[in-house]
């Protein structure tokens, strides 16, 4: 049995944000090489990609390059020298904090302005002026608020506001939240000042009651409140259509309001739309996906008569475009693609005809720009699938300025015609620096998942000093959560941990995105199991590299990604031997109830996958090395699931290290000091640590 390691109070407390500390680091090997490299990585690629911008009749774009503004003329196939370019505008970044909602809308006329203040709706000139309630009832006695939402509406379902100007400025529409009886976490602020402080937000957790949530429109011209009927004429009920209400907004001509209506498992998911007036809603479209969860906010884009829209559904298994009408008619299909469509660039309503990018090229990550009519006729790949594509369309369709690409090759840029035609090469990367300091581009890979069948993919990324000759340790650096990538086929640039010396690689599991719903479905009720099996198939099937020392292997990441890390080591001992956790859930029941039952399934079907996915029921496993760190104002993963690890690692009586965060929210500990800590743990031999000078 290991001893437990405690700390002993603020001697052993090590603030991470300190920028000059480097304690026993320098004097650690791979320090020296580190230095001298790491600063060099950032500016060792001239990139070859621009940022355009068309001429309204396509007859030719601007862009910067060498500190120059060029004018490139599509037809004459000239480009001049316009001096000088423009300082760029500065943006104003007044955006809420994560997972809060705007105080205020300004409405579309100008002249006017929606606030929230108090718990209660207000409307006023847009200087403040002639300030009118628009409800009086909002208090902390009867826990009703209206124009604000919380925090996993903002955090979890994207709803960045809660009051919607409608087009003609004559109406808005705002949410109400009843949160009696809701259930409220308290979260310790300003340790570090002489008096702390607390932030109290209803949040929700697995298997607790959300909050009753309504739609309300106010009418300016009858002054009239209408409560929107989103449940059929039936109350607020936790578990069917209409337990969450979200990506609220209003038909172009402003004569509903649409909104998204789901319920408690997230299998079924409807778009909306209420008469402002009456209150009656129906439905637009429904989506389900029974065997596990459907996507929340499909992409959607409306034409110009502001009548049809084009509509995104994984319905078939793989995203695809479709083409509705408002009163809910399927006018056409437009993709039946077996791969996931990415985006909608742009849609030229004259020919009728959607241009969008697509994962049809030789893998999932390598976009593709498609054009189809809007019949879902005539589709066709417009790009070379070896390369990775972004890509800037003119106006009129006839070229696009492409970006091409892939994890090892630097990005370069040409002008093609809607041929696949180049007409001109514009930019093209200079990797000579790269190549003179001895960089190394990164390697994809590819091996086989825990299932025994499905293919997956991974990076490897080298240091600049490599010899195949050596034997390297390696550190996994994923985040791993649903739907995520680590794998990509954007130009990577080699990571600059290797110069301390290490192998650092990246993989994917069944979590990917955009392989196709079936595939993600795998993971369904199974979080912590299923993609951390595949993690470590692909850990396992570097083993038979020759520099690769497989007895010395590392994880870290923070948020799913400390979720990760704690997992592979506490999974599969036999591969990982020390982790790095940051700001990890520990347990899905102290998360949010939307993010983790639309993976998890709700508590009462899955009690199984909850209980095996626990860290704390697997602390008497841990074998290797484990660093912990949690900031003690995180209001997103709260502190609550590094403390509850820790209790049962001290139960088990496991040894194992820490590091905190005052007052500081979700974050990661300083890469410093994790690389202390991997190359004391994977480097370094046992008892060399303690002779290193401070």
Known sequence: MKKVLFLSGLLMLIFTQNGQAQDKLKNMPGYDQYSKMAPQLRGSVDYGTISAKWAEDGSSFQYVKDGKLWKYDVKKKTTEDLGTPPRPERRSWNRPARGRQYASAEAP???????????????????????????????????????????????????????????????????????????QYYVLLDQLKMYDSLEVMSYPKVGEPNLPVDLMVYDLETKKTTLLDTRGGKSFEDGPLGTYLYGVEWTPDGSELLFHSTNR???????????????????????????????NTPEMRWLEDGKRFIWASERTGFNNYYLYNVDGTLEATITNHPFEVANIVMVDEKKEQLYYMAR?????????????????????????????????????????????????????????DSKGKVIAELAKSDMTKFNELGFKTVEAFTFTAADGKTELHGLLHFPSNFDPNKKYPLILANYGGPATNEFRETFTMPSSLTEYGFLVVDVDGRNVRGRGKRMLDEIYGKLGQVEMDDFAEGIKS?????????????????????????????????????????????????????????????????????????????????????????????????????????????????????????????????????????????????????????
């Open 109 to 183: 006329n100008g002249q006017l302005k929606a606030f929230h203040k108090d718990r209660n709706m207000y409307i006023s000139n847009a200087d403040g002026s002639n300030v009118q309630a628009i409800t009086t009832d909002g208090n902390m006695e009867n826990k009703m608020k209206y124009g604000i939402a919380t925090w996993v509406y903002g955090e979890e379902l994207g709803q960045n506001t809660a009051m919607w100007w409608s087009p003609d400025s004559k109406k808005v529409a705002f949410y109400r939240f009843n949160e009696q009886g809701a259930k």
């Open 265 to 295: 498992k997230q299998d079924i998911m409807e778009l909306r739309a209420a008469d402002p007036v009456t209150g009656k809603s129906r439905t637009v479209v429904r989506e389900e996906w029974l065997p596990s969860f459907t996507k």
């Open 360 to 416: 049809s090229g030789e893998n999932h990550m390598k976009m593709q720009l498609h054009r189809v009519g809007l019949d879902g006729k005539k589709d066709t790949r417009m790009t070379d699938p070896a390369y990775n594509h972004s890509v800037s369309l003119s106006p009129d369709g006839k070229y696009f300025i492409d970006i091409q690409q892939t994890h090892n090759i630097a990005p370069f840029t040409n002008l093609v």
């Open 542 to 694: 570097l083993y038979d590299r020759p520099y690769f020392d497989k007895n010395r292997v590392g994880v870290y990441g923070t948020s799913y990604g400390g979720t990760t890390s704690a997992t592979c080591l506490l999974r599969h001992p036999d591969v990982f031997h020390a982790a790095v956790v940051n700001s990890a859930v520990t347990d899905w029941r102290y998360y949010d109830n939307i993010y983790t039952e639309r993976y998890m399934n709700l508590l009462e079907n899955n009690l199984e996958g909850y209980e095996k996915f626990s860290l704390m029921n697997q602390a008497d496993q841990l074998e290797g090395e484990i660093m912990i760190f949690f900031g003690t104002s995180d209001n997103n993963v709260h502190p609550q699931n590094s403390l509850a690890f820790i209790n049962a690692l001290q139960k088990a009586g496991k040894s194992f290290e820490m590091q905190i965060g005052p007052d500081q929210g979700h974050t990661a500990l300083d890469s410093r000091r994790m690389m202390e800590f991997f190359i004391e743990h994977l480097v370094m031999k046992n008892g060399m640590a303690l002779d290193l000078k401070r």
